[in-house]
């Protein structure tokens, strides 16, 4: 069965994260990509179950609601591009239908017994087109995707300013929409419920015990 993606909650989220990019010079909490002409997001090998969550993952799960190892997210003002397997395309192509703010263009990677397609040169000749980026210069992603993007920008005759965009992606995730505010009036409903059923069950308890204390003692 193919993996739904919710097109309309990544389409909505696409939008906040454009429009708090674009407007991002009159916000200190996007500051830290007010002068960025494009933002990367990178995506390699899952990390091992011992390693603390990486930002671009969260981030990446936030935005698209599963994590999509060996993925590439390049955001221009104009156009998100994807560079992703074959396999994680026929889902990520539902992206398109959610309304998105801007055009999506998926690169699919060639097969491993296939001939090499033309998608990571295409995406590193997007990557060093720009002047000034915003990456995750903190993150380091492993895996054999990262190691020919790695070889294929090394190989670029101009490559880009890097800004950390860390806390620009903390503030997007931090931005709740009807969908998480509806999941919290759920969950908080739950605790009021449990709350109140322990306090209930105390309740029967000292009323219950004297009772128990009484009988006992004939």
Known sequence: MQVQLNKQLIGSRLKNVYDGWRNASQNDEYGSIADAEALLLLSGDPAGEDEPVRKGTAFQTWLLGYEFPSTLLLFQKDKLLILCSASKAKFLHQIKEGNPPVPVEILVQAKAKEPPSDALPKFVEAYTS????????????????????????????????LVDMAPALSAFMAVKDEEEMVCSRIASGSQRSSNAQRRNASIRRQILLPLCLFTTSF
Do not use: H, I, Y
């Open 130 to 161: 720009f002047k000034r980026f915003g990456s995750l210069m903190k993150e380091a992603c492993t895996g054999k995707l990262m190691t020919e993007w790695e070889q294929g920008v090394s190989k670029a005759d101009k490559k880009p300013e």
